[in-house]
């Protein structure tokens, strides 16, 4: 007879109602799926002309000629469909590199486990600070109570952990904004990077580099509580679900 393989431990503490929030004792491709998804798509219909504005506080033109707060929900459709594979494929990704990378919750390693997670699902530097931080949050608020997080417990993780990355990558997403907005044929426009960052810096100083930083942390850390707050929730459901079936 065969040996069959050892099945993957539980990545988390289980508590008295049998909570699923930040645990995952196997990839769950179908509910990171459509969990993912439907984080995507409400995370964009709600903050989408709170990005645009943010936008056009970064624009060298300044916000009133880049449009002020005229047509702020244009195109919010259109992205919110888009968002749904794009954000369905990233927790796809996420989870079943978690999975494969396990390691040992207590080990050292794990905040690199997540950010490689991230960065497999989605390259920026955003996901590498968002991610291992909110997952480390949730373990903290795990250990305090002694039992695995609630799914608003991860929707406050989500922010804060949001909140945080948006204000460490606020010059990155300056220069992006630069990048996209600048002439065509300017040195800007090539996308160099640090040449952006240099140019914001040479005219307007500190504060330049961090235009729209409030906005963009109230944003981003909204969006974490309904982005990872969803997530979690729809994929809890889903799993859920999937163990009532007879």
Excluded at 158 to 181: C, E, H, N, Q, S
Aim: aromatic share 12%; proline share 5%; net charge positive.
């Amino acid at each position: 007879m065969g040996l069959r393989p050892a099945e993957p431990r539980l990545i988390a503490w289980t508590d008295s109602r049998g909570g699923v929030c930040g645990a995952m004792d196997r990839p769950g491709f179908t509910a990171s799926l459509v969990a993912g998804g439907v984080a995507g798509v409400a995370v964009d219909l709600i903050l989408f002309p709170l990005d645009t504005i943010k936008t056009r506080l970064q624009s060298p033109q300044g916000f009133n000629k880049a449009g002020g707060f005229h047509g702020i929900y244009a195109g919010v459709p259109s992205a919110a469909i888009g968002s749904f594979p794009n954000a369905a494929a990233f927790f796809i990704t996420y989870e079943y590199m978690k999975w494969f990378l396990h390691t040992d919750s207590s080990s050292y390693l794990m905040p690199v486990k997540h950010m490689l997670a991230a960065s497999a699902g989605e390259v920026i530097p955003f996901s590498l600070v968002q991610f291992p931080l909110w997952e480390s949050l949730k373990a903290l608020w795990s250990w305090r109570q002694d039992h695995v997080v609630d799914c608003w417990q991860s929707a406050v993780c989500g922010a804060f952990a949001g909140g945080f990355a948006a204000a460490v990558t606020t010059p990155l997403d300056v220069a992006k904004t630069r990048i996209m907005l600048a002439k065509a044929g300017s040195s800007t426009a090539s996308g160099n990077v640090l040449s952006a960052l240099h140019g914001v810096w040479r005219t307007h100083g500190l504060s330049g580099l961090f235009a729209g930083v409030f906005p963009r942390m109230a944003a981003i850390s909204l969006g974490g509580f309904i982005f990872l707050g969803a997530y979690e929730q729809t994929r809890s459901l889903l799993l859920e679900s999937g163990r009532e079936r007879p």
